[in-house]
């Protein structure tokens, strides 16, 4: 059993940028391919960006490419999701989740393999 718990939401202008944090608890994080999801309002929760167990393998949904990047430090048990440019349509609420993988090189991007979630962390950007 893996507790994630997510931080750095908030409020930023358009073009800003945030950092969030997921700090994994319970077990060590570098077994765990590891993946961001958002859910915006009235809105179907979708991939972010995802993560391999060894930090090769990264996955990108569209709208953030070249904006946004995942990266994770296992000695400290926390994956990030640095976001730049953002854009109004960015706000939601932002997940952190994990899957069991054995090869390290896996990624998982869809949320219904994701084994354990963090409660979310909101951010909204003002136009």
């Known amino acids: 059993q893996v507790q994630l718990v997510e931080s750095g939401g908030g409020l930023v202008q358009a073009g800003g940028s945030l950092r969030l944090s997921c700090v994994a608890s319970?077990?060590?994080?570098?077994?765990?391919?590891m993946g961001w999801f958002r859910q915006a309002p009235e809105k179907e929760r979708r991939i972010v960006a995802a993560?391999?167990?060894?930090?090769?393998?990264?996955f990108y949904e569209d709208s953030v490419k070249g904006r946004f990047t995942i990266s994770r430090d296992n000695a400290k048990n926390t994956v990030y999701l640095q976001m730049n440019s953002l854009k109004p349509e960015d706000t939601a609420i932002y997940y952190c989740?994990?899957?069991?993988?054995?090869?390290?090189?896996?990624?998982?991007?869809?949320?219904?393999?994701?084994?354990?979630w963090g409660k979310g962390t909101l951010v909204t950007v003002s136009s």
């Open positions: 989740a994990a899957r069991g993988a054995f090869y390290s090189s896996t990624y998982y991007s869809d949320g219904n393999a994701m084994d354990y």
């Open positions: 319970g077990r060590t994080l570098s077994t765990y391919a």
């Open positions: 993560i391999s167990r060894n930090g090769g393998s990264l």
